[in-house]
């Protein structure tokens, strides 16, 4: 069994997947950081070095290679993973996916005090955060919602939405 969760930055992947991976007992992965530790640089030191594209072809392959591991795993996927190439499409045979969906306003509450710690709006400031959460959602939308399942996790807790996924699995 694999179960994939995404979504927007700030939706809550990372911490509702290192919790349901507890309750269930099985491995929890979040792609960026094992993308991170197989090409031994940061997310952010790939994309300055080796460019976004280089990043992208390798976050897929990476995806296919956890997809493919023959135990049970729960990964948590970067914002942009479902977007690019064919990925959704792999997701969608290979996983039970989960979109956690979280409004603008609640992304825009979790990000605002940890802009400087997120590569893709460090360089924003605050005053831009919303308009550009709405537009980057917009766009990721058709994308996200191609999950085989939609989690709303606005005023839920960490337990609630990962109690939430296990009714699905």
Known sequence: MKVVLLGYMASGKS???????????????????????????SISEIFKLKGEIYFRIKEGEYLKELLNFDQNLIISLGGGTPCYGNNMQIIKNKSKSFYLNASINTIHERLIDET???PLVATLGTSNLKEFIAKHLFERNPFYERADNTILVNNKSISEVSKEIMTFI
């Open 15 to 41: 911490a509702v997947g290192k919790l349901l991976a507890k309750e269930l007992n099985i491995q929890f992965v979040d792609l960026d950081d094992f993308i991170a530790e197989k090409e031994q640089l």
């Open 116 to 118: 400087s710690k997120r």
